[in-house]
């Protein structure tokens, strides 16, 4: 009798044990099929955000491509307009430069800041004055 309980227990406690470890089986079986399942789904998001951020990025660099293009343009625009300009300018800077002073005022705008005596055109003929240039302000005469 001691013998048929024994294996009695023996058989109810493989029993429980063959229950259990299946059941630990299939959570673990559930548990690995459900990561599987996450893990395409993150697979999928990751793929879909790739595609979206390459288009951005091509998208991105054509605009690039076309503001260097715009500005490369107007850069030869500018460069176009202001050359002439600057080459009038510099001519008639020039002229005005080699032109003879009549006043003080003309001595003055052309740079000269030492009071002194210098050399100016008067109405006929050409005149030497004294130009005071630690006033602040001029006569209209010479």
């Excluded at 080459?87 to 030492?114: E, K, V, W």
Aim: hydrophobic content about 35%; charged content about 25%; aromatic content about 10%.
């Amino acid at each position: 009798m001691a013998c048929f309980s024994l294996v009695f227990y023996g058989v109810i406690l493989v029993f429980l044990w063959s229950i259990l470890s299946t059941s630990n089986a299939l959570s673990l079986e559930k548990e690995i099929e459900e990561l599987k399942q996450q893990y395409e789904l993150y697979n999928l998001k990751c793929k879909t955000k790739k595609k979206k951020q390459d288009k951005v990025i091509r998208m991105l660099e054509a605009k690039v491509e076309e503001l260097e293009d715009k500005l490369s343009g107007l850069e030869s625009k500018f460069y176009g307009e202001i050359n002439p300009r600057l080459r009038r300018n510099s001519d008639a800077a020039f002229r005005q430069g080699t032109r003879i002073p009549t006043s003080c005022l003309d001595l003055r705008a052309n740079g000269h800041i030492s009071s002194g005596l210098y050399i100016v055109m008067g109405i006929q003929l050409i005149e030497t004055v004294f130009c005071d240039f630690s006033k602040q302000s001029f006569d209209s005469s010479r």
